[in-house]
């Protein structure tokens, strides 16, 4: 069964950082691309970034180029979204997910096949 956990999410002031981690299971998380999407109260979800699953290619909605890093470790399983200088315009439920490698990266919500459940970050004026 195919599974992704998000974490590391939390309560924090404009200008302070988190990095959130997404945990894969029950397949071979290395050979599929990643992406990070973030939903506000009251809008619609949107992409943050995606990062291939090699880790080589990386991808940015213009909202976090320059203070989002995606990063992944494929031993661990695992996925990284750093997030630098938070804003309260970052405040949202943060999701991860996933779809094959060969299909190359994506923006697009549908183009992602499993997802997370979701971290809350909260970043106060």
């Known amino acids: 069964q195919v599974q992704l956990v998000e974490s590391g999410g939390g309560l924090v002031q404009a200008g302070d950082s988190l990095r959130l981690s997404c945990a894969a299971s029950?397949?071979?998380?290395?050979?599929?691309?990643v992406g990070w999407f973030r939903q506000a109260p009251g809008k619609e979800r949107e992409f943050v970034a995606s990062i291939s699953s090699s880790g080589s290619s990386t991808y940015y909605a213009d909202s976090g180029k320059g203070r989002f890093t995606i990063s992944r470790d494929n031993a661990k399983n695992t996925g990284y979204l750093q997030m630098n200088s938070l804003k309260a315009e970052d405040t949202a439920v943060y999701y991860c997910?996933?779809?094959?490698?060969?299909?190359?990266?994506?923006?697009?919500?549908?183009?992602?096949?499993?997802w997370g459940r979701g971290t809350q970050v909260t970043a106060s004026q």
């Open positions: 029950g397949r071979t998380f290395s050979t599929y691309n």
């Open positions: 997910a996933d779809r094959e490698g060969a299909w190359g990266l994506s923006s697009v919500i549908s183009a992602y096949v499993n």
